[in-house]
T-cell receptor, first 114, second 114 residues
């Protein structure tokens, strides 16, 4: 079975400061990892993914994430937060080969304070 | 490029009534997903289609939920009879293939069961 944990329900950060949204995963095999963002009353939007290769993945809107196999983590980061980054962020995982089910975490609400 | 279209956006029904949601994926996308997102939780996969065939419906409550994608394009998700715990947002997503990393989500259909 595969699972994702987002240990923080909410993250508050001041505008201009770096932000981190945490994600750890559990999967028996090589994972495919994803981050999605959800703005109020909107569907989820893809931010970035890790399939293989470089552990540091760059995505949309200046976000990046680092895959750490030893810590089974895939934390989302941004060097300088914007108020417009305030949203709900979801980490997701699927087993790389032979499985197509994407399992989402419960989400972390990011609030960027002006 | 047109995104994933869903309707209705909002629906309120009494328990034991029936409801249907419609989804039109991005043109050319072979894979279609229905997710259930309960307030405060991450999306949970209900059913996944590849063209007009079901790939995964292991988490679909088949005694009350049904879904079809008859011509391999748009899809309908039905709930009959509805229960209070079915109150959620039903998200439709599509992707170019089973192994595609990125899912494109619609804005969702919010169901309230009274």
């Amino acid at each position: 079975a595969q699972s994702v944990a987002q240990p923080e329900d909410q993250v508050n950060v001041a505008e201009g400061n770096p932000l981190t949204v945490k994600c750890t995963y559990s999967v028996s095999g090589n994972p495919y990892l994803f981050w999605y963002v959800q703005y109020p009353n909107r569907g989820l939007q893809f931010l970035l993914k890790y399939i293989t290769g470089d552990n540091l993945v760059k995505g949309s809107y200046g976000f990046e994430a680092e895959f750490n196999k030893s810590q089974t983590s895939f934390h989302l980061k941004k060097p300088s937060a914007l108020v417009s980054d305030s949203a709900l962020y979801f980490c997701a995982v699927r087993l790389g080969a032979g499985s197509y089910q994407l399992t989402f975490g419960k989400g972390t609400k990011l609030s960027v304070i002006p | 490029e047109a995104g994933v279209a869903q309707s209705p956006r909002y629906k309120i029904i009494e328990k034991r009534q029936s409801v249907a949601f419609w989804c039109n994926p991005i043109s050319g996308h072979a894979t279609l997903y229905w997710y259930q997102q309960i307030l405060g939780q991450g999306p949970k996969l209900l059913i996944q289609f590849q063209n007009n065939g079901v790939v995964d419906d292991s988490q679909l409550p088949k005694d009350r939920f049904s879904a079809e994608r008859l011509k391999g394009v748009d899809s309908t998700l039905k709930i009959q009879p509805a229960k209070l715990e079915d109150s959620a947002v039903y998200l439709c997503a599509s992707s170019s293939g089973l192994d595609a990393g990125e899912l494109f989500f619609g804005e969702g259909s919010r169901l309230t069961v009274l």
